[in-house]
């Protein structure tokens, strides 16, 4: 049998003296996964440390673990029991194993939450696998990608520079830099060629930028499911603002002053990201925020990943507001339906020049440069002209969104009108399950649909509110036969985007069984 392991990593200032003696057992700590059962017995008895975590994937471990085995008797697992670590030979589920987790870490004043890792990516693979062993057909409602090809245009620049094979400069290619800074403008902004840093997909330049960043974070709850792991294991503090649907799920003025104020470190980093994942809102009160943060010289790190598929195309950057203290945050992936070519870039002002050089150093630490053949292609994706193929992925989403937004609501599902994006945050109201993770868990099993729980975004899982991303559809299909200004109608979603009005119908069914 095999057994898959996911190590915790634990801020070690949490760790206090312990409440009782320390379980007098013999462990070993195996920096890997994937490890055969029987290789783990043999190197805890051959090895000697202080204690060792082992972080079980549910859908492999805890499951199969409980089944008995063809002599009648179950795989071996390992419970905490009066103070000690006590081999077990019988059945185990998900929740006991959850109990003794639990109660080995709250000998060191510690629990779940305070682990680093996001098992969102792993939700998303699980829940393909459980279509396939199931035979159930899935309703891919929780992956948030494009689904659109790549612009033609961009495509062959792509093949074109194929033979590209040097290393380029860290920042990223001159030409490309200026053609970024140039689209930038388009809407206000003011920066130049030296402003931009390419990297391999925004997320890894958030990440670095949270390691070089010297103070604490400020999360909107909702947020990206990344902002706060990765700030974890930066080691810098996160602190959340609850943001209601009554303010288009963003942090209004007052509650970002009040949450300042309530902090000693003033040295602040702010994420904002509008259009939102997993809401799908646009922020409304760019300016009140940007006065707040300029009084208090607070960073923002304006996530604008979206900002292309604002569905009125009056798309506004906090930047124009406070441009000395905001970084601008885009790339390909969503826009250009390129999340797989992995480029993005930051946009840094002058003022924020020592953090710009302290993430350059960390980038040629890491990914050294983006790959050649991808950046000469982004030249053409900024610099052709895409407007027809904006147009129509605009309209297209905007007709989606609107769809799901209609057949959806109701007296028992509160959801915001999307406004950008391809998220929507619907709240469940009748529903009544201990957490949004369980309710999302129950959707899947009755239906097939696959939703992400408001709980991976920073929301209380004990509110019913879950992330639907309307992208289940075949995006080159769609796009050949709207593009030239054709009309949208239920007949058209019904032929090209039938995933979407099937799997609507089954949740809006399963929401009035309650």
């Keep these: 049998m095999r057994s898959s392991f996911l190590f915790a990593h634990i801020k070690l200032s949490r760790i206090q003296k312990p409440k009782k003696p320390v379980p007098p057992v013999k462990n070993s700590c195996f920096p890997r996964s994937s490890f055969h059962m029987d290789s783990v017995l043999l190197k805890i008895h051959s090895r000697s440390s202080d204690i060792i975590l082992l972080a079980f994937f549910s859908g492999n471990d805890i499951s199969d673990n409980s089944k008995i085995l063809s002599n009648k008797n179950y795989r071996p697992f390992f419970i905490y029991e009066d103070n000690n670590l006590v081999l077990l030979l019988n059945s185990i589920d998900l929740n006991q194993f959850k109990i003794t987790l639990n109660n080995i870490l709250n000998q060191y004043d510690m629990k779940l939450s305070d682990t680093i890792f996001s098992d969102v990516l792993l939700k998303i693979e699980s829940i393909g696998s459980y279509g396939i062993k199931s035979g159930k057909k899935i309703y891919k409602f929780g992956f948030g990608q494009s689904p659109f090809p790549v612009p033609e245009s961009v495509v062959s620049a792509l093949k074109t520079n194929a033979n ?137 790190l304006s996530d604008e990943i979206y900002s292309q598929l604002t569905f009125d195309n009056q798309y506004r950057s906090i930047s124009n507001f406070y441009s000395e203290g905001t970084i601008v945050s885009s790339g390909l992936s969503k826009w250009c339906g390129a999340g797989g070519w992995r480029l993005g870039f930051f946009a840094i002002p002058e003022q924020l020049s020592a953090l710009k050089n302290s993430l350059k150093i960390l980038s040629s630490e890491s990914f050294t440069s983006v790959s050649a053949p991808i950046q000469y292609a982004a030249i053409e994706a900024y610099k052709g002209d895409h407007s027809a193929y904006l147009n129509t992925v605009r309209k297209i989403l905007s007709f989606a969104g609107n769809y799901v937004y209609e057949n959806l609501k109701s007296n028992v599902i509160n959801v915001t009108k999307p406004e950008g994006g391809f998220y929507l945050f619907p709240e469940f109201t009748n529903a009544k399950f201990s957490s949004s993770s369980e309710m999302c868990k129950d959707i899947l099993n009755k239906t097939g649909v696959a939703l992400l729980p408001g709980s991976d975004f920073g929301i209380d899982n004990k509110k019913m509110l879950a992330r639907l991303s309307y992208t289940d559809f075949d995006g080159s299909s769609f796009l050949s036969n709207t593009i030239g200004g054709k009309k949208l109608d239920h007949a058209t979603i019904k032929k090209y985007a039938p995933n979407i009005v099937e799997g609507v119908a089954k949740l809006k069914d399963w929401s009035k069984a309650l």
Aim: charged share 20%; net charge positive; glycine share 4%.
């Design 164 to 300: 590209k094979h040097t290393y380029l400069p860290m920042q990223g290619l001159e030409a490309l830099r200026s053609a970024i800074a140039d689209n930038l403008n388009k809407i206000n902004n003011n920066f130049n060629k030296e402003d931009i840093v390419i990297g391999p997909g925004t997320k890894e330049l958030m990440f670095l930028t949270q390691i070089a960043f010297q103070g604490e974070v400020l999360l909107p709850a909702p947020s990206w499911v990344s902002y706060q792991p990765q700030a974890f294991i930066a080691k810098n503090t996160v602190h959340w603002i609850q943001t209601t649907k009554s303010s288009n799920w963003f942090p209004t003025a007052e509650q970002l002053e009040n949450k300042i104020k309530s902090i000693k470190n003033k040295n602040l980093l702010l994420f904002i990201n509008s259009p939102n994942n997993p809401s799908g809102t646009v922020c409304k009160n760019l300016q009140e925020i940007a006065e707040v943060a300029k009084a208090h010289k607070l960073i923002i």
